[in-house]
């Protein structure tokens, strides 16, 4: 604690008045608290003199907590409630040094005693308190998170629940549980808070000894926070009521659909729940309609890639394929797709499984495989519909391809997806299907392969230095390294101190060219197909995230994290 001597030297050094100090000293012997916590509160001195001044006094650095981007396995190496006693963060570790931001580095006992409970020769920097505090809280994602959801006097034990995941409760007591107003307001705060971020996903997960809630943001998995586990099944119970889901059942797989309506947007979330080891499992897939983004010009296609794009989805019949893992963002370039082609003079139908967004003007079928109206099926009704266009959401199996080819070469328009690694291996995923060759190569209009990467976040985006040979290595030529500076997010209160915030796509536009359907024809493998289709001008995956990084979108981590090399 910063003691009256440090006052004293304070004094002293004409950084605060006699005056000042005796007042402060009075606050705290009648409240308690650090002396230099009172001078900066009372306005007498700022902070970062305090600090500034501690560090020339005890010859001990001064750190910037804003400046680091926090391993959190090291910050937990002291405990909080430690952590807070003391006024201290652990933010780095060299071999047995322990790196401490203190605001008192005169607290010899502190210090000895972190030394004794973590085993480490504890290394002191000084903070100031305020940075101290900011990373506590933002670290302590357990109590500190659920306490803000009620009111600042709320108590975390106001959350205690009898443990239901060793008693069995009927329906009707688990009901009465789930209705108690700190799950209503901890279920509604995960929900705001996944909204706010601008996440994909929610994650609400129970192990045998924790219960955690995760968020998926731009593609990567962040800690939530981690509700006391004897609240799991309440707040699990409560998902499924807003879903629709029947509480009762744990045994088996359901989804359902929650619907928020806030004051500028609704947001409908896809609920999927999961019987695991310890419990259910449940994912939230959010789908803010705001957030979509309609115009093919601003999804990321270089604009040979989007000019081939376009000359298929325009084309009066044929089968347009795009491809891609779970989450690249198919369903967006689709609804991109359809959105230009939605015009009056068009008849345009789609089978989805879910229906993700609803489109005026276009006929959306939800596939329900439960009844028998699959893919196949919903396909055979449009052909019975006078369908122009046609979008079915996953071509599964070889009855769907078979019947969507068919559609394709009897004059309509066909969208689909195909999960498969890149545009080229897209034909050989349809021959192994048991397509015939001359139906893949006659009916095929073009093929778009897809992955999402990181933004630079544009607050905290800075030039860095990269060897020229790991530039060679990702694939710039000689040429072309000279020619850009590469860009890399610092981190920052914006992006969460990530470097990065939002996404973007990266495109491989494959052309069924003369030259590719005779290779079709004559049986050639991915890696040839591929080559004829770069002779034919297509830009690869990883060429388009590499135009990404000269353009300072997005880094080379990025673009080798989602891409394969050429």
Not at 76 to 93: A, E, G, H, N, T
Not at 204 to 225: A, C, H, Q, S
Request: aromatic letters at 6%.
């Amino acid at each position: 604690m910063i003691s009256t001597k440090i006052g004293a030297i304070l004094l002293s050094e004409n950084l605060i008045t006699e005056e000042q100090l005796l007042k402060a000293m009075e606050i705290q012997k009648k409240e308690g608290g650090r002396l230099g916590s009172i001078l900066v509160k009372l306005g007498f001195i700022d902070e970062h003199k305090i600090a500034e001044f501690l560090s020339q006094q005890y010859g001990v650095p001064y750190v910037d907590l804003k400046d680091l981007k926090l391993d959190m396995n090291i910050v937990s190496l002291i405990p909080k409630d430690l952590c807070r006693k003391y006024m201290v963060v652990p933010f780095d570790k060299v071999g047995n040094n322990l790196h401490v931001a203190i605001a008192d580095p005169s607290n010899a006992y502190a210090l000895e005693d972190l030394r004794f409970i973590t085993g480490y020769t504890i290394k002191p920097f000084v903070a100031v308190e305020s940075a101290i505090h900011k990373v506590l809280d933002a670290e302590s994602s357990n109590e500190l998170a659920i306490n803000s959801l009620i009111d600042e006097n709320f108590d975390i034990d106001d959350l205690q629940f009898e443990d239901i995941s060793e008693k069995e409760l009927s329906v009707e007591a688990l009901k009465k549980e789930v209705e108690d107003t700190p799950v209503v307001r901890l279920v509604s705060h995960i929900l705001h808070e996944a909204i706010k971020r601008g996440a994909s996903d929610i994650h609400v997960e129970p192990y045998e000894k924790d219960f955690r809630v995760r968020l998926r943001i731009d593609g990567v998995m962040n800690d939530l926070l981690k509700p006391p586990k004897n609240v799991k099944d309440a707040v699990i119970s409560r998902l499924k009521i807003l879903a629709e889901l029947d509480i009762a059942e744990k045994r088996l797989p359901q989804d359902g659909r929650i619907k928020l309506r806030l004051p500028n947007k609704t947001v409908d979330m896809r609920v999927s729940t999961l019987p695991v080891l310890f419990g259910e499992k449940v994912v939230l897939r959010l789908l803010d309609k705001s957030n979509l983004q309609l115009d093919l010009e601003k999804l990321g296609f270089e604009p040979s890639s989007l000019e081939r794009f376009l000359a298929g989805i325009e084309s009066p019949y044929g089968m347009v394929l795009v491809t891609g893992p779970t989450g690249s963002g198919k369903s967006t370039t689709l609804y991109s797709a359809l959105s230009r082609l939605n015009k009056v003079d068009v008849n345009i139908m789609t089978a989805e499984d879910p229906v993700e967004y609803n489109l005026f003007g276009i006929n959306q079928v939800q596939i329900r495989d439960e009844i028998g109206l699959n893919f196949a099926a919903a396909l055979r009704s449009f052909l019975r519909q006078d369908p122009d266009i046609i979008m079915v959401g996953e071509i599964r199996d070889y009855e769907t391809a078979e019947i969507a080819i068919k559609a394709a070469l009897t004059g309509h328009l066909v969208l689909s997806t195909l999960h498969t690694n890149d545009a080229p291996s897209t034909i050989n995923r349809l021959l192994n299907m048991g397509i015939e060759p001359f139906l893949v190569a006659s009916s095929t209009v073009v093929i778009l392969a897809q992955r999402l990467a990181r933004k630079i976040c544009s607050r905290c985006a800075e030039k860095i230095k990269i060897p020229a040979e790991a530039l060679l290595n990702v694939g710039f030529s000689k040429d072309e390294i000279n020619s850009f500076v590469p860009m890399k997010g610092r981190g920052c209160d914006e992006c969460g101190g990530t470097g990065y915030k939002g996404r973007v796509a990266l495109y491989e536009v494959m052309s069924v060219t003369e030259n590719i359907r005779e290779h079709i024809l004559r049986g050639s493998n991915a890696n040839e197909l591929k080559r004829a289709a770069m002779e034919d001008g297509m830009i690869t995956l990883r060429r388009s995230g590499l135009e990404k990084v000269k353009k300072g979108i997005t880094t080379i981590e990025e673009v080798v994290r989602v891409t394969f090399a050429d």
